[in-house]
């Protein structure tokens, strides 16, 4: 069943206002998609499932939470995904990392493929996709299908913006897979960009045009 959680959190909300003002610099552009993937990774992996195991304090022996089974995957859509994984790495350190490259075709607005690669056993690790914008869904769909085809345990996907033009193409294709988001706006302009938006999330993280 298709659903979609939007980060409502005061920090994060606030972090998001910085980001979209047009006079916030690249350098603080970055630093905040930092922060702000690191609050979103919070409460996407607010589910994961525990088991307990016998370890030793200083005081006494207990039963403690530890995560169960194999770790997290975290999957990034290049090159704006990149601007995730920092964040998300802090807070799951352990979780290994996959990249699927998708251009924007300027004309068709279809996701084109240039890279691929993905951990090997898949089948066990719970996915999280991670891309700042959910605008024509199109690369989000091209990436969730090659990832399916790997066998995770469950996708989730993260980002920053989305359309609702997005979300509901996305969820035609994988009603499935959960969306989580810190805002969705108002509609897409004529070339596919989010509005109100924040502009290019990939040229204002690595300050390109």
């Not at 659903?3 to 970055?30: A, C, E, W, Y």
């Not at 499932?49 to 022996?61: D, F, G, M």
């Not at 990249?99 to 075709?105: M, P």
């Not at 897979?177 to 596919?192: C, F, M, Q, R, S």
Request: aromatic share 6%; glycine share 8%; net charge neutral.
């Amino acid at each position: 069943m298709s659903s979609v959680t939007v980060i409502d959190h005061p920090l994060v909300q606030h972090k998001l206002t910085l980001m979209r003002n047009k006079n916030t610099s690249t350098g603080n552009f970055r630093k905040l998609a930092t922060e702000i993937s690191m609050l979103l990774g919070y409460e996407v992996t607010r589910d994961l499932p525990l088991n307990y195991e016998e370890i030793e304090t200083p005081l006494t022996s207990m039963k403690a939470p530890v995560l169960e089974g194999k770790k997290v995957v975290l999957v990034s859509i290049l090159r704006a995904g990149n601007g995730f994984l920092d964040g998300m790495l802090n807070i799951i350190p352990s979780a290994r990392v996959g990249h699927v490259g998708l251009y924007r075709d300027p004309k068709t607005l279809g996701a084109i493929e240039y890279y691929l690669k993905l951990p090997k056993e898949f089948t066990d690790r719970d996915a999280i996709v991670v891309d700042p914008m959910l605008a024509t869904g199109n690369s989000a769909v091209a990436a969730v299908n090659r990832i399916k085809q790997a066998k995770p345990k469950s996708i989730k996907f993260v980002c920053l913006l989305a359309a609702p033009e997005g979300i509901k193409h996305f969820h035609e294709q994988h009603a499935d897979v959960p969306v989580y988001t810190a805002a969705i706006d108002d509609h897409l302009n004529d070339h596919g960009y989010i509005v109100p938006g924040l502009g290019d999330a990939g040229d204002r993280l690595f300050g390109t045009r």
